[in-house]
C-alpha cells in the first residue's frame, strides 16, 4: 500500500512547496510595488513642497511688483490672490485629466505587470 500513496505524497509536498513559492511570489511583488508606490510618494511630496516655496516666493514678488506699479500693495495681495483662485479652478476642473488617469495607470503598471517569460 506504500507504494501506492508515495506519488500522491509526493504529488501533496509538491503541491504544498508551489503553492509556498507563489505565497513568496506574491509577497515579493506586494513588496515591490508598495516600495515604488512609497518612492514615487515621497518624490512627488518632496517635488510639491520645493514648488510650493518657488511659488510662494513668486507670489510674493508679484505682489510687491503690483504694489509698486499700482500704488497698493493689499491690491496687488488681491490680485494675485485672483490669479491664484483661477488656477485652482482651473486645477480642480481637469483633476482627472492630470492626476486620477495618471495614477490609474501608474498602479495598474505597478501591481499588474506581465511577467517576462522566462520567469513563468
Known sequence: MSEFSRP???LTDSAREYLD????DLKLRTAKGLSISLNHLLSMILVLF????VLLALAFGCILLLGQVIGSYA???FIV???FAVLTWVLF???GKLFLDG???MFVGLFFEEEPEDEQ
Open 93 to 95: 476642473r481637469m483633476r
Open 8 to 10: 500522491m505524497e509526493r
Open 21 to 24: 513559492l507563489r505565497v513568496d
Open 103 to 105: 495614477f490609474i495607470k
Open 81 to 83: 490672490a485672483a490669479l
Open 75 to 77: 491690491l496687488g495681495a
Open 50 to 53: 520645493c514648488a510650493m516655496v
